[in-house]
Every structure is written in C-alpha cells, then in structure tokens.
C-alpha cells in the first residue's frame, strides 16, 4: 500500500509548478532560521536535497557560515542504517546509490545522542508527524536512535492521512511555508 503513495505522492510532487515550489521552501527556510531550536543548534543532521524535494542546501550553507557542525545521513547498507557523517563542502562529496551526493569513506562520523537537531525528508507526513519515505526505513531505525529534536520539511498539500505501521516513528516537528508546528501533537 505505502508503494502506491508513494508512486502517487512523487508524481503530484513532480506537477506542483516551480514559483510555488520555489516560493514554499524560501517560506520553510525563512521559518527554520527564526526557529529556536535551529538558531541554537551546535550539531545538525541534514539530508542533502535532490531533485523534488524540499531544498536544504541554503539551510546548510547558513549552517555553514555559523560555524555549525553540520552531519548529513550516510546510507549503510549491511546492517542497514544511517550514519550520520560530517560534511565540510559540497565540493569534497562523491555520488553514492541513486545519484545521492555524500561525504566519502573516512570522513568523521557522530554519535546520533550528540545531535542538536535532526532535519529529516519525507514524500508526505501526517499532521502528527508520521512519514512516508522512499522506502527501507532507514530514517524510522535511526530516528530511535537519538533524543535530538526532529523537523520534517514539507510542504502543506503533503499532510494527510497516510498508512502508518507500528514502527513508523514520527517526527517532532513539521515545518511548511505556513510555519513550524508540533508534529506528533
């Protein structure tokens, strides 16, 4: 079932037109940076964005000028988890699976308990802040791993009812172009 919603989710991601698109995330972005728990973080995960998703690399170059540790999700495949492992430059990562850029092999990685905050993809999430990925669950494993706050990019026409399995773990908070709310309130 989650595999139609998703097909269904990235085709209806695919259509919204680019000015809305590029209109909502300037939005999210001018929302995360007056969000406190952003401002104050020392040690941020961040996904690095391809293609339709919402875009994160202002918020990482805005990281980046303050000095911020910043750590993007490196996919392990065997046990299959993500490792959170430091970025320094967009210019010193190498394509992985899926064309999705990385930090090389060897580069520092960190103890998920150490973050400050979390910023975490999704195709859709629920208003109280259960997710549809892209599939594996690699984000539901590693999100229990950690005490971090958890944002979730989306924009607002992605919040709906969705299937939710019993080891979904959901995000702490959502932030769209309308603002940052509560996500599993």
Known sequence: MKQQFRAQLKEERANIPVAYRELWQRQIAEHLLAWEPFQKADKVMVYLSTGWEVDTWFLVEE????GVEIYVPV??????KLVPTRYFSKDRLVSADFGILEPPSGTPTI??????LIIVP???FTNRGYRIGYGG???????VSTTAPTVGLCFTAFIRD???DEWDKPVDFLATEEG???GNS
Do not use: C, S, T
Not at 63 to 66: E, P, S, T, V, Y
Not at 75 to 80: F, H, I, R, S, T
Not at 111 to 116: A, C, F, N, T
Not at 137 to 143: E, K, N, Q, T
């Open 63 to 66: 990281l980046r000028g303050r």
């Open 75 to 80: 996919v392990q495949k065997n046990p299959k």
């Open 111 to 116: 103890d998920p308990l150490k973050l400050d």
């Open 122 to 124: 999704g195709l859709a």
């Open 137 to 143: 669950g690699y984000y539901d494993r590693f999100l």
């Open 162 to 164: 969705l299937p939710i």
């Open 180 to 182: 940052i709310r509560g």
